[in-house]
């Protein structure tokens, strides 16, 4: 039995959060070009494997020769169920997570930051590691929050 294809649909509360969050920690985030970002909601429910834990989202870089043609350079992709159940504050901090995925200097495209400690130590520090199912995260755009 063929398998059906999910659709995707642009997430504009994602791509809205970003840019506000760009603006508002611009010490933070000034190197990323928020524009050549495009998070998408899948319709199609995310399969979770016994014993793993990963994050809900994914970051994808466009690579080469698809860049030629395209307008961004990094997509994420959330399943549109798991988008739908976070809180205000807890889609700001998803998206301030996503946000340090995107690596930062001149030869960036086509590349993404590896989930480690290295790229997002601060968000560890800053909003805790499983800052999803933490009710008492600070709501990033109505808080000074300082990055640590």
Same mark, same amino acid.
């Given at each position: 039995?063929?398998?059906?294809?999910?659709?995707?649909? +642009?997430?504009?509360?994602?791509?809205?959060?970003?840019?506000?969050?760009?603006?508002?920690? #611009?010490?933070?985030?000034?190197? &990323?070009? &928020?524009?050549?970002?495009?998070?998408?909601?899948?319709?199609?429910?995310?399969?979770?494997?016994? *014993? #793993?834990?990963?994050? &809900?989202?994914?970051?994808?870089?466009?690579?080469?020769?698809?860049?030629?043609?395209?307008?961004? @350079?990094?997509?994420? &992709?959330?399943?549109?169920?798991?988008?739908?159940?976070?809180?205000?504050?807890?889609?700001?901090?998803?998206?301030?997570? #996503?946000?340090?995925?995107?690596?930062? *200097? +001149?030869?960036?495209? @086509?590349?993404?930051?590896?989930?480690?400690?290295?790229?997002?130590?601060?968000?560890?520090?800053?909003? @805790?590691?499983?800052?999803?199912?933490?009710?008492?995260?600070?709501?990033?755009?109505?808080?000074?929050?300082?990055?640590?």
């Amino acid at each position: 039995m063929p398998q059906e294809k999910p659709n995707y649909i +642009v997430n504009d509360e994602f791509n809205g959060m970003a840019i506000k969050l760009v603006e508002k920690y #611009v010490e933070k985030f000034s190197s &990323i070009e &928020i524009d050549r970002v495009c998070c998408v909601n899948v319709d199609k429910a995310r399969k979770e494997k016994e *014993g #793993v834990v990963e994050r &809900i989202w994914k970051l994808k870089a466009v690579k080469m020769p698809e860049a030629m043609h395209n307008p961004y @350079g990094w997509y994420v &992709i959330i399943a549109e169920s798991d988008w739908e159940q976070l809180s205000e504050k807890h889609k700001l901090a998803l998206v301030a997570d #996503v946000l340090h995925g995107l690596p930062n *200097g +001149v030869d960036n495209e @086509g590349k993404v930051n590896p989930c480690d400690t290295k790229g997002y130590l601060s968000v560890f520090r800053t909003i @805790g590691i499983n800052y999803l199912d933490d009710p008492d995260i600070p709501h990033l755009l109505q808080e000074d929050v300082v990055w640590k």
